[in-house]
C-alpha cells in the first residue's frame, strides 16, 4: 500500500486526499448505480411499464441500502468507531454524503414518476387523487372499504396507557391526529393504522370504459373513510410514512447452539425490533408531527426524508399485471443449447461427449439445468446428488426435483445457506421440507457464507462411478434464470468431479483439502490465484506484446486486487472492466490506471454473469466464477472459480466479451472522478444493444428451425 501511494504526486496534499485518489467510496459508488438504475426509467427505447418497474427497483435496491449499509454506518457512529473507508472518510462523513446524494436522487426519481404517470393516462391507466374522483366511485370506495379493509384493520391509540407502536420495518403507516367532537379543550391525540400485505395497495374502480385501468391507492381511501375508523372524533390531518430498520442479521455462530433456531429469531427483530435507520414522511406532515415521530423512533432530521409522492414504490410492481402488452418488454423464448435439443438422449450421456456452456436466460434453465437434476431424480442408475443452494425462490422446480430423487431412494445433500440475506425466512421453510422428505440438508459453514454454486451427480456405469458435474455463476433459482445473466458448465471431466468430490467433503466434514486439480476456492486459494494472475500479466506485459485483462462481475470493492490491478496498469497492461455495480478502483488516473477502463451494462436483463479473461502470452486463460472481486467474496464466504479449457468454449466467452465491450446503447464508462457518462454511438455507427443481440440470436435461430422443417415444394 505504501509503495503504492509513492507513485501518485501529492504535492503537498495530506494522506486522506491520497487515499481518495486511489478508491472511490462502495457506499456513494452504490448510489452511482442505483442511479443508473434510475436513469433506466428514462430511456423511451424501454416499454412504458418497464419504465415505472426501474422506478420501483430503484426504491427496492434503496431500502436494502439503508437497512444494510447505512444501518452498519450508524452502529459505528453509536460505537465510536473512527476507523477511515479505503477513501479516507469517517462513519459520519459517510453518512453526510450519502444523504446529500439520496436527497438528489430522491428528486430526480419523483419528477420521473410524474413524467410517467403522464404517459401512462395517454395509454388508459390512471391513479386517481380520491378528492377528484365521482360520487358513484365514493359511494364504490365506500363499500370496499367497509367490506374488504375495515375488517383486517388495527388502529393503535398513543396515550399514557398505550404506548408508541412497534412499527414493522417498510410498512406503509398512517397517522392520524384526532380530537373529540364534543370536547371543547382542543385537545388531540395521535392514532396510528399501519397497513398489511393482506391489503391490497391499488383499488380498482369498476365500470370504466373497456380497455381502460382506473386505480386509487388505499391509502387515500382510508383516510377520506377516517368517520367509519374514528367515530365521534374529528381527524385534524393524516399522513404516511415509513420506517425502515437495521435488518443486519448477525450471529454468534461460535456461540450459537442450534443456528437455524438463531436465525429464526434474528429475522423477528429484523421485522419488529431493530434501530429505525430512516424515516419516510409525506411532504404534507407538519413539523410538529415529523418531530413527534422523530422522538418516539429515536432518530434526527438528518434520518428523515420528505417525499412529494407515494410511499413503498416497490408495491409499484404490482402494475406490471396489467394486460396491455405493448407497454412491457416483448416475451421471449429461450433456446436450448444446440448440445441438448435432443431429448430421447440421455443428457449423462450428452455431458461425456464434451463440455456443454449455457447462458441465461438467453439459453433455457429448464432444458438445462432442470433437466440436468430431473433426469437425475429419475434414472435408475444415479446413486447420488450433491448441490449448494443460495437462492432458489419460492415454489422452487430444483428443490421439487430433489424431494422426488429422494423419493427414488437417491442419496440427495442439499447444502442450504441460512444466512442468504432476505432469503433466510424462505430457505428454512423449504429446508425443512427437505428434511421431512429424507434429503440430507446441511447448514452453512461456521464464520462465512457458502455462496459457491455447484451440483455433483454421481452414477453408476458398469463398474465406473462417473462423475457429472453443473457449475455456475449464479443461483438455481428458475426465476431469476429468467431475468439474471449468468454461464453455467455441465462437464464428466474426471478432475472437476474429483474436486467435486472433495468440495462437498470440504462442506460437509472436517477436511482440509488443498490438492486442487480444476477448482480455485474461497477463501483459501482464490484472492491468492487472482492476484498471482494479475502479477503473471503484469510480468509477461512488454511495450511490443502487452498484457490483457479483461473481466466481467457485479463488484470491485477490495483494495488488494485493486492495488495490483494498478500495478498492473503501470506496466502497460490492458486492463477492461465489465463492473455492473459498485467500482471503488479509479481508472484513467496518469501513472497509476490510465491503462484501464471501467464500464457497466445496465438493461431488460441483470448483468450478473463473473468471467475473467487472461492474455498469459497468448494462452488465453478463462474463468467463470461464482466470485466478484470483493472483501466478502474472498475473505469470508466459501466461493469457486473454474477454468475453461475447451477451446470452442473459450471462443465463445471471448466473444461475449468483446460484444458487450461493443455495447453503444446500454453502456456506462466511469471517469475518474466518479461520475459515470453514457457511452453514445459514433458519428456514422450503429447502435449496438449486446442483450438485444443475443435475443435477436435466438430469434433467429427459431425462424432458421422452422425454415428448416417446412415440406420441399413440389
Same mark, same amino acid.
Given at each position: 500500500?505504501?509503495?503504492?501511494?509513492?507513485?501518485?504526486?501529492?504535492?503537498?496534499?495530506?494522506?486522506?486526499?491520497?487515499?481518495?485518489?486511489?478508491?472511490?467510496?462502495?457506499?456513494?459508488?452504490?448510489? *452511482?448505480?442505483?442511479?443508473?438504475?434510475?436513469?433506466?426509467?428514462?430511456?423511451?427505447?424501454?416499454?412504458?411499464?418497464?419504465?415505472?418497474?426501474?422506478?420501483?427497483?430503484?426504491?427496492?435496491?434503496?431500502?436494502?441500502?439503508?437497512?444494510?449499509?447505512?444501518?452498519?454506518?450508524?452502529?459505528?457512529?453509536?460505537?465510536?468507531?473512527?476507523?477511515?473507508?479505503?477513501?479516507?472518510?469517517?462513519?459520519?462523513?459517510?453518512?453526510?454524503?450519502?444523504?446529500?446524494?439520496?436527497?438528489?436522487?430522491?428528486?430526480?426519481?419523483?419528477?420521473?414518476?410524474?413524467?410517467?404517470?403522464?404517459?401512462?393516462?395517454?395509454?388508459?391507466?390512471?391513479?386517481?387523487?380520491?378528492?377528484?374522483?365521482?360520487?358513484?366511485?365514493?359511494?364504490?370506495?365506500?363499500?370496499?372499504?367497509?367490506?374488504?379493509?375495515?375488517?383486517?384493520?388495527?388502529?393503535?391509540?398513543?396515550?399514557?396507557?398505550?404506548?408508541?407502536?412497534?412499527?414493522?420495518?417498510?410498512?406503509?403507516?398512517?397517522?392520524?391526529?384526532?380530537?373529540?367532537?364534543?370536547?371543547?379543550?382542543?385537545?388531540?391525540?395521535?392514532?396510528?393504522?399501519?397497513?398489511?400485505?393482506?391489503?391490497?395497495?391499488?383499488?380498482?374502480?369498476?365500470?370504466?370504459?373497456?380497455?381502460?385501468?382506473?386505480?386509487?391507492?388505499?391509502?387515500?381511501?382510508?383516510?377520506?373513510?377516517?368517520?367509519?375508523?374514528?367515530?365521534?372524533?374529528?381527524?385534524?390531518?393524516?399522513?404516511?410514512?415509513?420506517?425502515?430498520?437495521?435488518?443486519?442479521?448477525?450471529?454468534?455462530?461460535?456461540?450459537?447452539?442450534?443456528?437455524?433456531?438463531?436465525?429464526?429469531?434474528?429475522?423477528?427483530?429484523?421485522?419488529?425490533?431493530?434501530?429505525?435507520?430512516?424515516?419516510?414522511?409525506?411532504?404534507?406532515?407538519?413539523?410538529?408531527?415529523?418531530?413527534?415521530?422523530?422522538?418516539?423512533?429515536?432518530?434526527?432530521?438528518?434520518?428523515?426524508?420528505?417525499?412529494?409522492?407515494?410511499?413503498?414504490?416497490?408495491?409499484?410492481?404490482?402494475?406490471?399485471?396489467?394486460?396491455?402488452?405493448?407497454?412491457?418488454?416483448?416475451?421471449?423464448?429461450?433456446?436450448?443449447?444446440? *448440445?441438448?435439443?435432443?431429448?430421447?438422449?440421455?443428457?449423462?450421456?450428452?455431458?461425456?461427449?464434451?463440455?456443454?456452456?449455457?447462458?441465461?436466460?438467453?439459453?433455457?434453465?429448464?432444458?438445462?439445468?432442470?433437466?440436468?437434476?430431473?433426469?437425475?431424480?429419475?434414472?435408475?442408475?444415479?446413486?447420488?446428488?450433491?448441490?449448494?443452494?443460495?437462492?432458489?425462490?419460492?415454489?422452487?422446480?430444483?428443490?421439487?426435483?430433489?424431494?422426488?430423487?429422494?423419493?427414488?431412494?437417491?442419496?440427495?445433500?442439499?447444502?442450504?445457506?441460512?444466512?442468504?440475506?432476505?432469503?433466510?425466512?424462505?430457505?428454512?421453510?423449504?429446508?425443512?421440507?427437505?428434511?421431512?422428505?429424507?434429503?440430507?440438508?446441511?447448514?452453512?459453514?461456521?464464520?462465512?457464507?457458502?455462496?459457491?454454486?455447484?451440483?455433483?451427480?454421481?452414477?453408476?456405469?458398469?463398474?465406473?462411478?462417473?462423475?457429472?458435474?453443473?457449475?455456475?455463476?449464479?443461483?438455481?433459482?428458475?426465476?431469476?434464470?429468467?431475468?439474471?445473466?449468468?454461464?453455467?458448465?455441465?462437464?464428466?471431466?474426471?478432475?472437476?468431479?474429483?474436486?467435486?468430490?472433495?468440495?462437498?467433503?470440504?462442506?460437509?466434514?472436517?477436511?482440509?483439502?488443498?490438492?486442487?486439480?480444476?477448482?480455485?476456492?474461497?477463501?483459501?486459494?482464490?484472492?491468492?490465484?487472482?492476484?498471482?494472475?494479475?502479477?503473471?500479466?503484469?510480468?509477461?506485459?512488454?511495450?511490443?506484446?502487452?498484457?490483457?485483462?479483461?473481466?466481467?462481475?457485479?463488484?470491485?470493492?477490495?483494495?488488494?486486487?485493486?492495488?495490483?490491478?494498478?500495478?498492473?496498469?503501470?506496466?502497460?497492461?490492458?486492463?477492461?472492466?465489465?463492473?455492473?455495480?459498485?467500482?471503488?478502483?479509479?481508472?484513467?488516473?496518469?501513472?497509476?490506471?490510465?491503462?484501464?477502463?471501467?464500464?457497466?451494462?445496465?438493461?431488460?436483463?441483470?448483468?450478473?454473469?463473473?468471467?475473467?479473461?487472461?492474455?498469459?502470452?497468448?494462452?488465453?486463460?478463462?474463468?467463470?466464477?461464482?466470485?466478484?472481486?470483493?472483501?466478502?467474496?474472498?475473505?469470508?464466504?466459501?466461493?469457486?472459480?473454474?477454468?475453461?479449457?475447451?477451446?470452442?468454449?473459450?471462443?465463445?466467452?471471448?466473444?461475449?466479451?468483446?460484444?458487450?465491450?461493443?455495447?453503444?446503447?446500454?453502456?456506462?464508462?466511469?471517469?475518474?472522478?466518479?461520475?459515470?457518462?453514457?457511452?453514445?454511438?459514433?458519428?456514422? *455507427?450503429?447502435?449496438?444493444?449486446?442483450?438485444?443481440?443475443?435475443?435477436?440470436?435466438?430469434?433467429?435461430?427459431?425462424?432458421?428451425?422452422?425454415?428448416?422443417?417446412?415440406?420441399?415444394?413440389?
Amino acid at each position: 500500500m505504501k509503495d503504492l501511494e509513492k507513485s501518485i504526486k501529492t504535492d503537498g496534499k495530506n494522506s486522506k486526499e491520497k487515499v481518495k485518489n486511489l478508491y472511490f467510496n462502495r457506499e456513494l459508488s452504490f448510489l *452511482e448505480f442505483n442511479r443508473r438504475v434510475l436513469y433506466e426509467a428514462t430511456d423511451r427505447r424501454h416499454p412504458l411499464l418497464e419504465r415505472l418497474k426501474f422506478l420501483a427497483i430503484f426504491s427496492s435496491n434503496l431500502d436494502e441500502f439503508f437497512m444494510i449499509r447505512v444501518a452498519g454506518l450508524k452502529r459505528q457512529v453509536e460505537s465510536g468507531v473512527v476507523e477511515l473507508s479505503s477513501d479516507g472518510l469517517t462513519p459520519e462523513e459517510q453518512l453526510s454524503a450519502i444523504r446529500e446524494r439520496v436527497l438528489e436522487l430522491y428528486k430526480l426519481q419523483e419528477n420521473l414518476y410524474y413524467q410517467i404517470w403522464e404517459e401512462l393516462e395517454k395509454e388508459g391507466i390512471y391513479l386517481h387523487n380520491y378528492k377528484e374522483l365521482s360520487q358513484e366511485d365514493k359511494n364504490y370506495l365506500r363499500e370496499f372499504f367497509c367490506t374488504n379493509v375495515l375488517p383486517i384493520l388495527t388502529p393503535r391509540i398513543i396515550d399514557q396507557a398505550h404506548p408508541f407502536p412497534n412499527l414493522i420495518n417498510r410498512a406503509l403507516n398512517i397517522v392520524f391526529v384526532l380530537k373529540e367532537k364534543d370536547n371543547k379543550s382542543g385537545a388531540q391525540g395521535y392514532n396510528f393504522v399501519q397497513l398489511s400485505d393482506k391489503i391490497p395497495r391499488f383499488v380498482k374502480l369498476p365500470r370504466k370504459p373497456k380497455g381502460e385501468y382506473h386505480f386509487v391507492l388505499i391509502e387515500q381511501v382510508i383516510k377520506a373513510n377516517w368517520d367509519v375508523l374514528f367515530p365521534g372524533y374529528q381527524v385534524i390531518s393524516s399522513n404516511t410514512f415509513r420506517v425502515t430498520r437495521d435488518a443486519d442479521i448477525e450471529i454468534a455462530e461460535d456461540e450459537a447452539e442450534d443456528l437455524l433456531f438463531a436465525i429464526s429469531e434474528q429475522i423477528k427483530l429484523r421485522i419488529w425490533g431493530t434501530a429505525v435507520v430512516r424515516l419516510e414522511v409525506s411532504t404534507k406532515m407538519s413539523d410538529e408531527l415529523v418531530e413527534f415521530l422523530q422522538t418516539n423512533l429515536g432518530i434526527k432530521d438528518s434520518d428523515t426524508y420528505r417525499l412529494n409522492r407515494p410511499l413503498k414504490l416497490p408495491d409499484f410492481f404490482y402494475l406490471l399485471s396489467i394486460d396491455k402488452r405493448h407497454l412491457k418488454d416483448i416475451p421471449f423464448q429461450t433456446r436450448i443449447p444446440l *448440445e441438448l435439443r435432443s431429448q430421447q438422449k440421455n443428457i449423462f450421456d450428452i455431458i461425456k461427449n464434451g463440455d456443454i456452456l449455457v447462458h441465461h436466460p438467453f439459453d433455457s434453465f429448464t432444458n438445462s439445468v432442470l433437466r440436468f437434476i430431473r433426469t437425475a431424480a429419475e434414472d435408475p442408475n444415479v446413486l447420488s446428488i450433491k448441490i449448494t443452494l443460495y437462492r432458489v425462490g419460492q415454489n422452487s422446480p430444483v428443490v421439487e426435483a430433489l424431494k422426488k430423487a429422494a423419493q427414488n431412494g437417491k442419496d440427495v445433500v442439499a447444502f442450504v445457506e441460512l444466512k442468504a440475506r432476505f432469503d433466510e425466512e424462505s430457505n428454512i421453510g423449504w429446508a425443512k421440507e427437505l428434511e421431512e422428505i429424507g434429503v440430507n440438508v446441511v447448514y452453512g459453514v461456521l464464520g462465512g457464507k457458502t455462496h459457491s454454486k455447484i451440483a455433483l451427480v454421481i452414477r453408476q456405469e458398469g463398474n465406473i462411478l462417473r462423475k457429472y458435474v453443473h457449475l455456475s455463476t449464479g443461483n438455481y433459482n428458475a426465476f431469476t434464470a429468467r431475468i439474471y445473466t449468468d454461464m453455467g458448465l455441465f462437464t464428466a471431466d474426471e478432475d472437476f468431479g474429483w474436486d467435486a468430490v472433495q468440495f462437498f467433503n470440504l462442506l460437509t466434514g472436517y477436511s482440509k483439502y488443498t490438492e486442487w486439480r480444476k477448482l480455485i476456492v474461497a477463501p483459501f486459494d482464490l484472492k491468492r490465484k487472482l492476484i498471482e494472475l494479475i502479477r503473471r500479466e503484469a510480468e509477461n506485459s512488454t511495450p511490443e506484446n502487452s498484457g490483457l485483462i479483461f473481466a466481467k462481475m457485479n463488484s470491485i470493492a477490495h483494495d488488494e486486487i485493486t492495488q495490483e490491478l494498478y500495478k498492473a496498469s503501470q506496466k502497460n497492461v490492458k486492463i477492461k472492466l465489465l463492473v455492473r455495480g459498485i467500482c471503488c478502483l479509479v481508472p484513467g488516473v496518469k501513472n497509476l490506471s490510465e491503462n484501464i477502463e471501467v464500464r457497466s451494462i445496465l438493461g431488460r436483463f441483470l448483468e450478473h454473469t463473473r468471467i475473467f479473461y487472461f492474455y498469459a502470452n497468448g494462452k488465453q486463460e478463462i474463468y467463470l466464477s461464482s466470485a466478484d472481486w470483493m472483501t466478502r467474496n474472498l475473505n469470508r464466504r466459501i466461493e469457486l472459480m473454474f477454468p475453461i479449457e475447451n477451446p470452442i468454449l473459450k471462443e465463445k466467452l471471448i466473444k461475449i466479451l468483446e460484444l458487450y465491450w461493443k455495447d453503444n446503447t446500454k453502456s456506462w464508462r466511469l471517469l475518474s472522478n466518479g461520475q459515470y457518462e453514457k457511452i453514445q454511438p459514433a458519428n456514422g *455507427e450503429e447502435e449496438f444493444n449486446t442483450q438485444q443481440y443475443f435475443l435477436n440470436e435466438i430469434a433467429e435461430i427459431r425462424k432458421e428451425t422452422r425454415i428448416r422443417i417446412l415440406p420441399i415444394s413440389k
